[in-house]
């Protein structure tokens, strides 16, 4: 075996120094590792661990338990997160194979929003089958140790393909992952300390590897977002349909260059509402400005688009509805 110092070299760094009290790496249960897998991605893991996946595991605790739940509800436990198609996949990956999932790889990437590191990191985890892991940590990790400015998936697959430990494909996962967040960062790699020193072609330049990509700017939309509300004191919004957000509820939204926007079947002014604040989010792909804004309609709506302030708190809203909903409990 080629990397058979190396190896060792990863088993016993892990050993003392891998995370290896993380939940998701304490238990052999699949879907426990399925769950922390999904949650994972986009996400850092203090913010998982600390605030979603002890109570989504509380709340689901089984593929059964998820495959038989509300979208809402769902919706509503992963909210804050983020990346809602992630547990819009999840929910349906449960339904379609609940009890179990399966321990197959092609099985397993042929399920909604699991690609092939997710099916890898459960073959690897869960079913201890020898395969690589390849999340962001690792990629920078490989780039580094065959010193790639630029590499393509199809390259670094290859790469990790070559520096697997088949025997011990759990603890070489893990401890490549720890090593691309503890040791071989983004800035500051502490090359000294790595197990990975002896073969690393980059250590001599790390920052090179991979080549800094110029980060582009971040757009800013700006819109208004409107709070119509009835006599009763009950507002108006809906599910989202569209495939940003979708299923998570949220209060309607305007052009924020509009003075006037229309809503059943009627004109209104943004001058004749009443300004309740400023809301700011940011997404992946963008940054959210967006001036809130309540008017009240006479009458009472029994709709069900119409909700008390109650039954809002209960559903899944987006950051930016969720800010929008503190804005109306302080007005």
């Avoid at 190896?7 to 426990?32: C, I, V």
């Avoid at 994972?40 to 893991?45: A, E, K, M, N, S």
């Avoid at 869960?126 to 690792?138: G, K, S, T, W």
């Avoid at 520096?163 to 759990?170: E, M, Q, S």
Wanted: aromatic share 10%.
């Amino acid at each position: 075996m080629p990397y058979l110092t190396t190896h060792k070299a990863l088993r016993a760094w892990y050993r003392r120094y891998g995370r290896r009290d993380l939940p998701w790496r304490t238990t052999a249960d699949p879907y426990a590792i399925y769950v922390s897998e999904i949650m994972l991605q986009q996400t850092q893991v203090r913010t998982v661990l600390e605030r979603y996946y002890g109570p989504f595991l509380a709340r689901f605790p089984t593929l059964s338990a998820l495959a038989s739940a509300p979208s809402e509800d769902v919706l509503k436990q992963w909210e804050g997160l983020g990346y809602y198609n992630r547990a819009r996949y999840l929910h349906e990956t449960a339904k379609r194979v609940a009890p179990t999932l399966p321990m197959d790889i092609a099985a397993l990437t042929a399920l909604p929003g699991i690609g092939r590191n997710t099916a890898h990191a459960i073959a690897a985890f869960a079913y201890h089958q020898p395969v690589a892991v390849m999340e962001a940590n690792v990629k920078r990790v490989l780039h580094r140790v065959f010193a790639l400015e630029q590499a393509s998936e199809k390259t670094l697959w290859e790469k990790a393909g070559a520096l697997l430990d088949a025997k011990h494909p759990f603890e070489y996962n893990q401890a490549m992952m720890d090593i691309g967040a503890l040791v071989c960062t983004k800035t500051a790699p502490r090359c000294d300390s790595c197990p990975l020193a002896t073969i690393c072609k980059g250590k001599r330049r790390p920052l090179a590897y991979p080549a800094p990509k110029k980060k582009a700017r971040t757009p800013v939309r700006r819109r208004n977002i409107l709070v119509f509300t009835d006599a009763a004191g009950r507002c108006y919004l809906t599910a989202r349909a569209g495939r940003f957000l979708h299923g998570v509820y949220g209060f309607p939204e305007y052009d924020g260059d509009i003075p006037s926007v229309a809503f059943e079947k009627h004109h209104y002014h943004l001058a004749d509402m009443e300004y309740l604040g400023e809301v700011a989010q940011t997404y992946s792909h963008f940054r959210l400005e967006a001036g809130v804004y309540r008017m009240l309609l006479p009458g009472r709506r029994n709709a069900p688009e119409w909700k008390s302030l109650q039954e809002i708190e209960s559903l899944p809203l987006s950051r930016a509805d969720a800010k929008v909903l503190r804005l109306l409990l302080n007005a």
